[in-house]
């Protein structure tokens, strides 16, 4: 039996590849995007999240483990400590507590997941592995897409491909289209905003454009971070041998709230302008690729 850690599973999504979609939340990456709008798939484990403002100070949770104190500050969490049980969220009654990371079976997860099969079928959908980095469990992500590959399902994965050739080799052959993230092509840009060198994911990109495998790829547009770099990811897109469509996602602060949540502090960045969005969108057109910007149809 192949157990994954994931955070969830979102049903009827349309923004995650073709047609309908159910979307995998699996834990766990390698990279820090300062603007990560799913922060509490970061860490591999089970992480518990904290709302202040919902947490009434009746102490239930102080009682119940010493992870939690209750003093004239209010409400502390020492996360170090917290091994993610769960029993603090159970207990908690202003539902303060959230606990995200749960251990599934790949067997029984594809199970549940074909069940969304006549959705999937009229709409030429299926299922996707989103994350955090699928590619941190390539097991489990094996194990689930192959089931989902025998029960005739298309499947779609979202991911940096910051990964080893040998896990990508061992992965990408079951996932029918490849959604991968650029987010910038200067090895130093992408170092400041990330945590990680691109060097891995530049090569796997030509590596799988050589293998003809399909791919869309994804460009997350933060004025401040990296849409100086649009013209240059344009043009390393423009000169693999496919074309292959891409996709524009302009910043938003979804994460945020996550994030202050997990105990951490998110900067904020401004949004794009539609004008800044048009003038991206219009590197990608003038080298003959399929743009669109996500959001506007
Ligand atoms: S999840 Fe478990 S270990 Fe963590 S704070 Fe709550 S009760 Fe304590
Ligand atoms: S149990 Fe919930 S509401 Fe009560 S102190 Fe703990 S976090 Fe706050």
Request: proline letters at 6%.
């Amino acid at each position: 039996m192949t157990q994954g850690m994931i955070t969830g599973v979102k049903r009827f999504e349309i923004h995650d590849g073709p047609g309908i979609r159910t979307t995998v939340f699996l834990k766990g990456c390698p990279l820090r995007c300062l603007w990560c709008h799913n922060p509490e798939t970061n860490l591999p484990g089970a992480q518990l999240l904290y709302y202040p403002d919902r947490c009434i100070g009746c102490g239930t949770c102080a009682r119940l483990c010493t992870c939690h104190k209750i003093g004239k500050d209010g409400h502390t969490l020492d996360r170090m400590a917290c091994t993610g049980c769960g029993m603090c969220v159970s207990a908690c009654p202003a539902k303060a507590l959230q606990l995200r990371g749960r251990y599934v079976p790949a067997e029984e997860l594809a199970e549940e997941l074909a069940e969304d099969r006549i959705f999937f079928d009229a709409s030429g959908g299926g299922v996707t592995l989103s994350g955090g980095e699928p590619l941190m469990q390539p097991l489990f992500s094996v194990e689930l897409l192959k089931r989902l590959g025998e029960m005739g399902i298309h499947t779609a994965m979202d991911t940096s491909l910051y990964a080893s050739e040998a896990v990508i080799a061992r992965v990408t052959p079951f996932v029918r289209l490849l959604l991968v993230d650029i987010k910038a092509i200067d090895e130093q840009v992408h170092l400041r905003y990330t945590g990680v060198s691109n060097e891995p994911i530049l090569r796997n990109i030509r590596r799988l454009d050589q293998d003809n495998r399909a791919m869309e790829f994804r460009v997350p547009c933060i004025p401040e971070c990296n849409m100086g770099q649009i013209e240059k990811i344009a043009e390393f897109v423009g000169l693999l041998k496919h074309r292959y469509p891409v996709k524009l996602l302009p910043y938003h602060d979804f994460g945020n709230a996550k994030s202050q949540a997990l105990g951490r502090k998110q900067p904020r960045f401004k949004i794009p302008s539609d004008q800044e969005m048009e003038q991206a969108a219009e590197a990608f057109r003038a080298r003959g690729i399929a743009v669109k910007v996500s959001g506007k149809g």
